[in-house]
């Protein structure tokens, strides 16, 4: 029997050693990683095989912009941390609700295995409840509270941001059109000319065929740049100006000293941050008071040992209070106060460095939206009679011509871009022309 029994341990034995390199094997990294791998080259060969050939879609301001909000990987990370902070601020108060262990084990020699019951299994259900300090509890609902403010904030200036992405973006395809359009006129005259005289003809073919390389090379940076935006490579994209807003703060200034109307989310930020630097030398301070916790200890809801039970006693409960008061006689706090408090100087200056030189961009936009707009104005009075202007009969005037009528284009395609673009930070300041989409705490 005893031969028997000797012989059953080592079975067990070998059976428990054989699962751990079972175990082992279905763990390894590199087996792991081959899977994986296997699964992405096949994922790559059926992405080039789409990429190929995508199909178009084309996509108005208002169709854009719900596909921001949805797949924009920025505004759904922005979202993501709102989510993340409001539960955060509920944790502080499910940290009130006292918390349950399971625990249950067995210890035996190997020669006792074969022989192991009920009775040799230990099992126990505690509970173990934290009563929190006013204080400490106080110090982390702010931070928290301070927290998903923050994350509400940042989110809402993520939104305008990727917002006026995508009118720049607009304006780029807007513009790549006007441009492709150009080049097929200047294309089709140069053809002609060639024909008539090949020699100047084929000069002008071989340049306007490095602008359309160089213009195909842009189409694609602005493939990318929309599929970026819209969070997804499923299509070739086509932006249609239809329902795109249209400002004119160049006629109607906005009035950059209303503080009931510009800037106001950028000015939360900055309290926000002062907020935050405040609460930062608190903390410090609170160092210095002494510290009272409290426990809350008892027996365990039920327990059962060498098949002997025990169940959940009232009289069996325990509370502990201690009481701590750590003297700074080295200096540690007050080293952490002056230091958090050289910070924050500089902290503030930089905020302040920071307000100034968005004022004195605003300011400065106001000013070049003036003279742009004026300019523009004699540059479209100037286009439509160079237009009128008949072609000179030799050929290099017809060239020097064209340049010029070329460059007086380029010029209008710039200044409209850059009344655009300084529009467009007026917008992105100018509260009325936005929503929030978040609600404070």
């Not at 789409?50 to 301001?61: E, I, K, S, V």
């Not at 998903?148 to 904030?153: C, K, N």
């Not at 929309?226 to 994209?237: A, F, K, P, Q, V």
Request: aromatic share 8%; with cysteine; proline share 4%.
């Amino acid at each position: 029997m005893i031969v028997v029994s000797k012989q059953k341990n080592l079975f067990l034995l070998a059976g428990f050693s054989l699962l751990l390199l079972l175990l082992a094997g279905c763990l390894s990294p590199t087996k792991k990683v081959s899977s994986y791998y296997r699964d992405v080259q096949a994922q790559w060969q059926t992405n080039v095989a789409r990429q190929t050939a995508l199909p178009p879609r084309n996509a108005t301001w208002p169709e854009a912009l719900q596909l921001l909000e949805d797949r924009n990987l920025k505004m759904r990370r922005g979202r993501n941390d709102i989510t993340n902070a409001i539960e955060n601020v509920r944790q502080v108060f499910k940290d009130l609700i006292p918390n349950l262990n399971f625990r249950s084990g067995v210890s035996e020699s190997l020669r006792q295995i074969s022989s192991i019951g009920l009775d040799d299994v230990t099992f126990s259900v505690d509970s173990f409840f934290n009563i929190p300090g006013i204080v400490n509890m106080n110090t982390r609902l702010f931070a928290a509270k301070l927290a998903l403010l923050r994350a509400q904030t940042v989110y809402e200036l993520a939104v305008r941001e990727q917002t006026l992405e995508l009118y720049k973006t607009f304006l780029d395809a807007q513009e790549h059109r006007e441009i492709a359009a150009q080049l097929e006129t200047e294309k089709v005259f140069a053809q002609a000319v060639q024909r008539a005289e090949p020699v100047s003809g084929d000069a002008l073919m071989r340049d306007i065929n490095g602008r359309l390389l160089a213009h195909e090379k842009e189409a694609d940076a602005l493939q990318t740049k929309i599929s970026d935006l819209m969070g997804g490579r499923e299509w070739r994209w086509n932006l249609v100006t239809n329902g795109i807003p249209g400002f004119s703060y160049e006629s109607s200034p906005l009035p950059l000293a209303d503080t009931n109307r510009v800037a106001q989310l950028q000015m939360r930020l900055v309290a926000i941050e002062i907020a935050g630097e405040w609460a930062r030398e608190v903390g410090i301070k609170l160092q210095y008071w002494p510290e009272v916790n409290v426990f809350v200890t008892g027996p365990a809801l039920y327990q059962r040992i060498n098949g002997v039970t025990r169940t959940w006693r009232p009289d069996e409960i325990v509370l502990r209070g201690d009481f701590f008061w750590r003297i700074d006689t080295r200096g540690y706090v007050s080293r952490q106060l002056k230091q958090a408090r050289r910070d924050q100087v500089l902290q503030m200056e930089q905020i302040q460095q920071d307000s100034l030189a968005l004022v004195d961009k605003l300011l400065a936009a106001q000013r070049l939206l003036t003279l742009s707009r004026e300019q523009l104005a004699q540059l479209q009075r100037v286009i439509p009679l160079l237009e009128q202007v008949p072609l000179p009969g030799d050929f290099a005037g017809i060239i020097s011509l064209l340049d010029l009528y070329r460059n007086l284009r380029e010029q209008d395609r710039k200044l409209r871009r850059e009344i655009a673009e300084l529009n467009a930070l007026m917008w992105f300041v100018d509260e009325q022309k936005w929503y929030s989409p978040t609600k404070p705490l």
